[in-house]
């Protein structure tokens, strides 16, 4: 079956621009995960959404970041103001549940963001 | 706050070596430890352990949580050159939700 998606797989925008990053979970799953990776680094998390409303935001560095799963599917991480420091892999997971200590979590291919 | 340190940061091995990833962790109140393989951007889940399940093996990887010290090892027999991506470990804690906190990887290289 269909894997977890992301649109664009890479992104080139100028420092001050708003950007917008698109997830497409795996079709019946609940929970969402965004997370960043810079390089040589692993992923950190960003925000976990439990159905349509974000259950952890803990992980957004500032108010310049914010995600929305509008009807509990597909997912957008709207970024504004860019700064360079914000260049990384944007990467989405999702998950059956998001309930249970077993429930695994696979990744989409990521969004590369460069900001000029 | 958590703890997850790999080691090695890098190896590269021949065709047909065994090698040994290690992941050790400081986490309150751990709930799972994870393994995944990344080769160009996506994460690729492997195995997950848990209290319940601290032993897992599937063909010519296998992996085993030491709850007692704190570490993982991810253990991978007769590499290939297929074989040659970044491991990452993670973990999970019950006051974190199910957020995953990953090390910084571990970048194998299978020469052949």
């Known amino acids: 079956g269909a894997g977890v998606s992301q649109t664009p797989s890479n992104k080139v925008t100028e420092k001050g621009k708003y950007v917008e990053l698109r997830c497409d979970p795996i079709s019946g799953h609940t929970a969402l995960y965004w997370y960043r990776q810079s390089l040589g680094q692993g992923p950190e998390f960003l925000i976990y959404f439990q159905g349509t409303g974000a259950a952890d935001d803990s992980g957004l560095p500032n108010d310049r970041f914010f995600a929305v799963r509008p009807e509990g599917s597909v997912s957008t991480l709207k970024i504004q103001r860019t700064e360079r420091g914000d260049s990384a892999v944007y990467l989405c997971?999702?998950?059956?549940?998001?309930?249970?200590?077993?429930?695994?979590?696979?990744f989409g291919p990521g969004t590369r963001l460069t900001v000029l | 706050e958590d703890k997850v340190v790999q080691s090695p940061l890098s190896l590269v091995v021949h065709e047909g070596d065994t090698v040994t990833l290690n992941c050790s962790y400081e986490v309150t109140n751990f709930r799972s430890l994870l393994w995944y393989k990344q080769e160009k951007k996506a994460p690729t889940f492997l195995f997950m352990l848990t209290s319940s399940g601290i032993e897992k093996k599937s063909g010519r990887l296998s992996s085993i949580l030491d709850k007692k010290e704190l570490f993982s090892i991810l253990n991978i027999t007769a590499t290939q050159t297929g074989d040659s991506a970044v491991y990452l470990c993670?973990?999970?804690?019950?006051?974190?939700?199910?957020?995953?906190?990953f090390g910084k990887g571990t970048s194998l290289l299978v020469t052949p």
């Open positions: 997971a999702s998950s059956p549940t998001g309930g249970s200590s077993t429930d695994t979590q696979y």
């Open positions: 993670a973990v999970t804690n019950s006051n974190s939700g199910y957020a995953l906190n």
